[in-house]
């Protein structure tokens, strides 16, 4: 399969606890998106990467929030001292350019549960 | 910003078309898609305008009027499988970053 992968795809931590997510993108896409989804809610903007390039970064995200694209490849999306408003399903998207529709394909995402 | 409005819920009956509208506002209009999600599932793309009009691909049309900031969606010939969230997204190219913004979804229900 060479869509976008992620994982873990569940995720159930304690409030205060670490967790990071991992995101593969398809191989030729150089660019890398990170939305968070509640329930009956669209995807929101958390980052952008172009290649290893962190260009955007949503203002509603806190200081809590890192991620990383080492070498323009995989990207890793980390979330320190967990809070229980962190619960959420965490989108990784990829695309290749802006030219033409430069579609995102989305990963089927890793589902945050904070107790 | 962009400011993206669209129904949260709408019904149909299998076989009939339905018609889902996005209405949005944004000061750098570079595209607006749709995209179809299932419960529990990734979003995957249906389709893409940049120019006014009407794209056809099968049983799903999508037009756009970039004076009026507005899109819909048609879906012809519906089908039990066709129940899901729709979500129109707004790519502005503010910042020179390109970044589709989307709207909180219309969530689609098919009965027989």
């Excluded at chain 2, 018609?19 to 793309?45: K, R």
Aim: include cysteine; glycine fraction near 10%.
């Amino acid at each position: 399969d060479t869509g976008v992968s992620q994982n873990p795809r569940h995720k159930i931590t304690k409030r205060g606890q670490n967790v990071t997510f991992r995101c593969d993108p398809i191989s030729e896409h150089n660019r890398l998106y990170w939305y968070r989804q509640t329930l009956g809610q669209g995807p929101e903007f958390l980052t952008y990467f172009q290649n290893e390039a962190q260009l955007e970064k949503s203002r509603l995200l806190s200081d809590r929030f890192s991620a990383e694209r080492p070498k323009g490849s995989f990207s890793t999306l980390e979330i320190q001292r967990t809070e229980q408003g962190d619960s959420a399903m965490y989108l990784c998207a990829s695309s290749f350019g802006t030219g033409g529709a430069g579609e995102l394909f989305f990963g089927e995402g890793s589902r945050l549960t904070v107790l | 910003g962009q400011n993206i409005d669209q129904p949260t819920e709408m019904t149909a009956t299998e076989g009939a078309i339905v018609q889902i509208n996005c209405t949005y506002q944004t000061s750098g209009f570079n595209g607006l898609f749709w995209y179809q999600q299932h419960a529990g599932e990734a979003p995957t793309f249906l389709s893409y305008n940049v120019l006014d009009g009407l794209e056809e691909k099968g049983r799903f049309s999508s037009f756009l009027s970039r004076s009026k900031g507005y899109s819909y969606l048609l879906l012809k010939e519906l089908q039990m499988k066709d129940s899901a969230s729709y979500l129109c997204a707004v790519r502005d190219r503010a910042g020179g970053s390109y970044i589709p913004t989307f709207g909180r979804g219309t969530s689609l229900i098919v009965h027989p």
